[in-house]
């Protein structure tokens, strides 16, 4: 157990509705991070916060968005969905904003399919 | 553009032999590099890292060897034993820049028989 959390494990919706994926970080942990597994993809980054800001943006869609609350959860939106959204979504958290030496600690992700 | 790749889907290894997984990096600037192991229905877990200042490092049964010039890194697990099946993710970081994420591999399927 890494102690990141993710709800809902499962999740099956049509194309183009709107889902909240809710992810809460490790105790003490400041950043989290939204990663995308597709079919044959490697982990795609998508969105990193640091206490409650926005520090990095990698390969997220303009139908997406995150935001990290006072509490440090964070949750991942994902709107007029299509098809090819159908993929497992992990969040990450770990201490600090950088990578130095910094492991990131995984949930067991969300399996999203879009019907 | 993949900056960060494992060319091997897949490794069938006996047990007790020698796994060598193998990772190939395209940006110079990688200084910190990770690699994940994942279980079905599991997310990633951390295994062992390597900061671009050394050329190896150990933790029990795993030895990850980093060539910068060849901007290669491998990961090497002695003895392989039948839990150690799982896929295993090389990643690559800009270590003590702000705001950066790990840049991640496809992966390769490590399967180890009895």
């Known amino acids: 157990d890494s102690g990141v959390t993710q709800t809902p494990k499962h999740l099956i919706t049509a194309t183009g509705q709107r889902v909240t994926l809710r992810c809460s970080p490790r105790?003490?942990?400041?950043?989290v991070y939204w990663y995308q597994q597709s079919l044959d993809q490697g982990l795609q980054f998508l969105i990193q916060?640091?206490?409650?800001?926005?520090?990095a943006k990698g390969n997220i869609l303009e139908r997406f968005s995150a935001q990290q609350f006072p509490d440090l959860h964070s949750e991942l939106n994902l709107s007029s969905l299509e098809l090819g959204d159908s993929a497992l979504y992990f969040c990450?958290?770990?201490?600090?904003?950088?990578?130095?030496?910094?492991?990131?600690?995984f949930g067991e992700g969300s399996w999203l399919t879009v019907v | 553009d993949q900056q960060v790749k494992q060319n091997s889907p897949s490794l069938s290894v006996q047990e007790g032999r020698i796994s060598i997984l193998n990772c190939d990096y395209t940006?110079?600037?990688?200084?910190?590099f990770l690699w994940y192991k994942k279980y079905p229905a599991e997310g990633p877990t951390f295994l062992i890292s390597?900061?671009?200042?050394?050329d190896k490092n150990e933790d029990g049964r795993f030895t990850v060897f980093l060539n910068k010039s060849a901007k290669h890194l491998s990961l090497h697990i002695v003895p392989s034993q039948p839990g150690d099946s799982a896929v295993y993710f090389c990643?690559?970081?800009?270590?003590?820049?702000?705001?950066?994420?790990?840049?991640f591999g496809k992966g390769t399927t490590l399967s180890v028989s009895s």
């Open positions: 990450a958290s770990s201490v600090a904003s950088t990578h130095s030496g910094n492991t990131i600690y």
């Open positions: 105790s003490g942990d400041l950043s």
């Open positions: 916060y640091y206490n409650g800001e926005e520090r």
């Open positions: 940006n110079s600037m990688f200084d910190y």
């Open positions: 390597i900061s671009s200042i050394k």
């Open positions: 990643a690559a970081s800009l270590a003590n820049q702000a705001g950066t994420a790990l840049i």
